[in-house]
């Protein structure tokens, strides 16, 4: 099914804000997420609907003032779950999580060398964030721990503060080049692996796509997890 960029972007929100309320969505919240009017959250979920990516139903709203006033909400269908891992990558999660396996497993073998740092961080990763920021935070700390305890590491050390606004309000551009100095980072590696390199290219530009996508306010929600789970490496 052909889309465009805006109707993916409204099935991703959608998508979030149905996990993480975990039931129907009514639009004035998706448009509160995504940044719109209510009237154009309403009109392009009809439009969804009549895609067949979403479904509407009625519920009763005890907030409003005539009891017994009814409201429209809308939920996902099984159809966009399956678009959706087309669209977001979804498809490559399993991938992701082999990838996250494999580094934990070289943590306890040790062939990180730094177990200390690695447990630290990973402590570090905060369980109650939406999958979408975990996600961009798991990547940046992956990186660093391919790193090591190199150049590479003492060269991000000193540039983070100033990439991140570490004592400001984190950008969403500083967020995006965060993903492309990294990457940078890993490629001059004297022991650069090519084939991790080109797996954490792909990963590296899933995060830039989504923080590209983010609203405001999960930027700095996920810049200021990222000061967090960076902290260690000035410690390192």
Known sequence: MKLTRRQETFIH???DLYRELDGPIHYSLLAERVGVSPFTAYDMLRLLEE???????YRLDSDKPVVGRSEVVFRPTERTRQLFIE?????????W??????????????GL?????AEEIFA?????????????IEV???????LG???????????????IEWKGTVTRSGLMLLGGFTLGLLANESNSDVEWNKLFLEHIRRYQSLVMDMEPRLCRRLGDSMKDVFAPIFKA
């Open 13 to 15: 929100r959608l998508l």
């Open 124 to 136: 570090r990763v905060p369980l109650d964030v939406p999958d979408v920021l975990r996600y961009c």
């Open 140 to 146: 940046m700390t992956i990186v660093i721990l391919r």
């Open 113 to 117: 060398h730094d177990d200390v740092l």
């Open 97 to 110: 999580e082999n990838v996250k396996s494999q580094i934990l497993e070289k943590i306890r073998e040790g």
């Open 87 to 95: 669209l977001a990558g979804d498809a490559d999660q399993g991938n």
């Open 149 to 163: 305890k190199g150049a590479g590491r003492q060269v991000l050390a000193e540039h983070l503060p100033q990439i």
């Open 51 to 57: 895609k067949g990516l979403v479904t509407s139903e």
